[in-house]
């Protein structure tokens, strides 16, 4: 049996993040303050999700935005969101 069938299913980037930005505003932080730091990995899986609705990325500023929260992308090895 392969050792991909045994593992657990990994959990889409886009649903894992949008929890964690409404859990984070629910807490008061505002999602100007939120900063999303993805692997280079979850941000092509953020891009190429066909379950994503368009209007929830955006490209301004000269950056990526998910749910209008600027999104760093590379230079860290687990994705996560910071806020202060």
């Known amino acids: ?6 593992s657990p299913r990994r959990v889409a980037v886009a ?5 964690e930005i409404e859990k984070a505003e629910a807490q008061g932080v505002a999602r100007a303050d939120m ?3 993805l692997t280079l990995g ?3 899986q ?3 999700d066909r379950d994503l ?3 929830d990325i955006r490209f301004a500023e000269g950056a990526m935005w998910y749910l209008d929260v600027r999104v760093e ?4 090895t687990v994705s996560e ?3 202060p």
């Open 1 to 6: 049996m392969s050792p991909l069938r045994n």
């Open 15 to 19: 649903a894992r993040f949008r929890s």
């Open 35 to 37: 900063t999303l730091h």
């Open 42 to 44: 979850d941000v092509s």
């Open 46 to 48: 953020l891009q190429r």
């Open 53 to 55: 609705p368009v209007s």
């Open 73 to 76: 992308q590379g230079g860290v």
């Open 81 to 83: 969101l910071r806020h």
